[in-house]
């Protein structure tokens, strides 16, 4: 069948065939993509980045440098929408060197970087300067060895052309008159929250079948946290992690920034509610594949508190099995328990 499949396409006249031209916006994505090696950046940036040293911080500008960019992020000619180019310094911050002796490695002064990435710094300078307007995008400009330029574009709720404008009714809409401010989170974030949030309202809620056994109920906060890289499927551990601990349990994700700027996201759920608590370490301890090494190691697991730590393997969470381990690569639980032994209760639930 795929033989004849092939033959029938060769069969197809060319002169049938129509062609798409590539539009204006694609070729500019193009220069900006190569600039560093082009004559654009010997003939026109280096000029423009010589004026731009000499101009304010943050200072406001006519027209977009980058306009694909600036469309890609909601940007319209229009009243009610202005670009603003900011300024910041690059690398980490003056260090002093301290005078006792030690090695290089030791002095503190290499490899000290921001927790958040300069653009998000920009972002945030511009919002400051124009309190009244809201962040829609930011995007890179130009850097030399000492500065490095963004151009962010901010939006005024208030103005009447953008609340008579659809595509922003969702800036001046109901969570606006909550006084919440939105601010930007990057494209990828932002999309996979809402699918998430989507898929939460959409699961249905377990029974929770707990004994009246005090026992069962002394458990009083139950913890888990992963840090995932950018290699990893994010949304893939966040769908495992739903079905293990419902919709009721809360889910934070922190974005936080490794020294070379990749970004981390730390993924982090704190649960007081003690019968959905029960529920899920019940849960736990019915799936562990290795139950009994539990068992055996359980006296390393728990402190003076009533604090047991858990280890589960990350990887085999992924394909739906629960491993213990002691690694680093893995998804750390804390539970909290109050009122008894904590050996008795892991005891107790595991048997």
């Not at 301290?98 to 290499?110: A, E, H």
């Not at 499927?233 to 992690?241: A, P």
């Amino acid at each position: 069948m795929r033989t004849c499949l092939v033959s029938i396409m060769f069969l197809i006249p060319t002169h049938n065939l129509v062609l798409m031209a590539k539009g204006l916006y694609h070729y500019l994505a193009e220069a900006w993509a190569g600039a560093r090696g082009s004559w654009i950046w010997d003939v026109v940036m280096k000029q423009r980045l010589i004026e731009w040293r000499r101009e304010p911080s943050i200072v406001r500008v006519e027209k977009p440098t980058r306009i694909n960019k600036a469309r890609q992020y909601g940007y319209k000619a229009k009243q009610g929408i202005i670009v603003v180019r900011v300024r910041l310094r690059r690398g980490p911050f003056n260090r002093r060197r301290p005078n006792s002796g030690r090695r290089p490695k030791r002095m503190g002064v290499y490899g000290i970087t921001t927790s958040k990435s300069l653009q998000l710094i920009a972002e945030e300078r511009a919002a400051r300067k124009y309190p009244n307007m809201e962040v829609l995008g930011s995007y890179w400009v130009g850097e030399d060895g000492t500065y490095v330029w963004y151009e962010v574009i901010l939006v005024d709720p208030s103005h009447p052309a953008i609340r008579s404008d659809p595509d922003f009714s969702w800036l001046v809409g109901k969570e606006d008159r909550e006084g919440r401010r939105r601010r930007r989170l990057r494209e990828r974030q932002r999309k996979l929250i809402e699918r998430l949030r989507k898929r939460l309202s959409s699961l249905s809620r377990r029974s929770l079948n707990l004994h009246k056994n005090p026992l069962l109920m002394s458990i009083t906060q139950l913890d888990l946290e992963v840090n995932l890289h950018a290699t990893e499927d994010l949304e893939k551990i966040i769908n495992y992690l739903v079905k293990l601990l419902t919709d009721k349990a809360p889910i934070v994700i922190e974005v936080l920034y490794g020294h070379y700027g990749n970004p981390i996201y730390r993924v982090e759920s704190s649960i007081r509610d003690r019968d959905l608590a029960m529920s899920i370490v019940k849960s736990i301890c019915s799936s562990m594949v290795n139950r009994d090494y539990l068992m055996k190691t359980i006296g390393n697991r728990v402190d003076n508190s009533g604090n047991v730590f858990l280890r589960l393997d990350k990887q085999e969470f992924v394909r739906g099995r629960i491993v213990l381990s002691d690694g680093d690569d893995v998804i750390r639980v804390r539970i909290k328990v109050a009122g008894v032994d904590a050996m008795r209760f892991i005891n107790e639930i595991c048997k």
